[in-house]
């Protein structure tokens, strides 16, 4: 089933992809994906080469991914159960991990997470991160560039140019401008 996301403000599920390396009775195995159109070889008693295997299509699934910044996180999803011990909200940008304990190696997983999960998970390395999305404004000046700056003539502090204006004369420091009073206004508290 396909699901098609109009908005990119629409927070979208995390994915994830397990690779498993499945054993059997006549020391044989097979590998299978969580994905039903991935193929996959065919049983063998070869486990180096279909280990081999299962690592590689794992990489390639992390390879094809791109992650979307607004990628919810597929830990939060699952109740954050790969670390329920440290409890953590779910904050941050979304990374992609890979999950491979060594010294069970049959299974790798790769998931979406957001960055307060991925430290927690066991046996789990950030291979990937997502993409910062380009600010409005940023994307407006790539489309429409500033005009270049016209050169002016500087005239020193004190001294005025018959073609400046008020907002080209500099203020002495330290002094705050003051705004003329009106004759007819008296502060509070002034007789006459």
Not at 121 to 132: F, L
Request: hydrophobic share 35%.
């Amino acid at each position: 089933m396909t699901t098609a996301y109009e908005s990119t403000t629409e927070r979208i599920p995390g994915r994830s992809w397990t690779v498993r390396l499945t054993g059997h009775a006549d020391r044989s195995a097979t590998v299978t994906c969580s994905i039903a159109a991935c193929r996959m070889p065919a049983r063998s008693k070869d486990l180096a080469a279909l280990r081999t295997f299962a690592a590689g299509h794992a990489a390639a699934h992390a390879k094809a991914a791109t992650i979307h910044p607004n990628t919810s996180c597929h830990c939060r999803a699952q109740t954050c159960a790969a670390h329920a011990q440290d409890r953590v909200y779910c904050t941050g940008t979304v990374v992609m991990i890979l999950r491979h304990d060594p010294t069970v190696g049959q299974v790798w997983s790769i998931e979406e997470v957001c960055q307060a999960c991925a430290p927690l998970i066991p046996h789990a390395r950030v291979i990937a991160r997502a993409a910062r999305p380009r600010p409005a404004a940023a994307q407006t000046d790539a489309q429409n560039p500033a005009p270049a700056p016209v050169a002016r003539t500087t005239v020193p502090a004190g001294f005025s140019s018959a073609n400046s204006g008020p907002a080209d004369r500099l203020e002495a420091p330290g002094r705050p401008r003051s705004t003329p009073r009106h004759p007819y206004h008296r502060r509070s508290g002034q007789g006459r």
